[in-house]
């Protein structure tokens, strides 16, 4: 399983990765937040964040 976090003192709160995101959702308000369990490990919304606040863990 992968799971994405997001580094609230990084993100901009762009949007950038909500719209990148085929598995899972994020919800943009002061920063990023995950919600949903569908992550694919894809790394879309990793390379596309302009900020580099996304992380993502293998377990
Ligand atoms: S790695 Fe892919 S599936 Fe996972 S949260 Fe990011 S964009 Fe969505
Ligand atoms: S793409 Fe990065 S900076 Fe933009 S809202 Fe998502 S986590 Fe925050």
Do not use: R, W
Not at 13 to 22: D, I, K
Not at 30 to 53: F, K, R, V, Y
Request: charged share 15%; hydrophobic share 40%.
């Amino acid at each position: 399983m992968y799971m994405v976090s997001v580094d609230a003192e990084k993100c901009v709160a762009c949007g950038e990765c909500a719209g990148a995101c085929p598995g899972s959702v994020f919800v943009v308000n002061e920063h990023a937040e995950l919600t949903g369990n569908e992550c694919m490990g894809c790394q879309s919304c990793i390379l596309i964040c302009p900020a580099e606040a996304i992380t993502l863990s293998e377990f």
